[in-house]
């Protein structure tokens, strides 16, 4: 069983940056990849980045290239999501999610291929 609990959320002004935090218990996080999604009011959750185990593999949605980076330090069980240059329509709640471990260094896009979620933290962009 793995648990997550994300942090760092909140407000800040269009042009600004925010660094999400994700904490995991659990044994495997060393071996999972690690996935950050989001949802906004009446839309449905979407993909935002991934991370493979090794850290040695990510992938970002196109919205968000660029200007979005993850990483993570397994030796602190934590993923790190960290958004620069935010804009209005990034305005969401952020959710981390961990796949089930597995030997292939590979990333994940789609939310089914994740079987643990956090609570989820809100980012509100103002313009």
């Known amino acids: 069983q793995v648990q997550l609990v994300e942090s760092g959320g909140g407000l800040v002004q269009a042009g600004g940056s925010l660094r999400l935090s994700c904490v995991a218990s659990?044994?495997?996080?060393?071996?999972?990849?690690m996935g950050w999604f989001r949802q906004a009011p009446g839309k449905e959750r979407e993909f935002v980045a991934a991370?493979?185990?090794?850290?040695?593999?990510?992938s970002y949605a196109e919205s968000v290239q660029g200007r979005f980076t993850t990483s993570r330090d397994n030796a602190k069980n934590t993923v790190y999501l960290q958004m620069n240059s935010l804009k209005p329509e990034d305005t969401a709640v952020y959710y981390c999610?961990?796949?089930?471990?597995?030997?292939?260094?590979?990333?994940?896009?789609?939310?089914?291929?994740?079987?643990?979620w956090g609570q989820g933290t809100q980012v509100t962009v103002s313009s």
């Open positions: 999610a961990a796949s089930k471990p597995s030997w292939s260094d590979i990333y994940y896009r789609q939310t089914n291929e994740y079987d643990y």
């Open positions: 659990g044994r495997t996080f060393s071996s999972s990849c």
């Open positions: 991370i493979s185990w090794s850290g040695g593999r990510t």
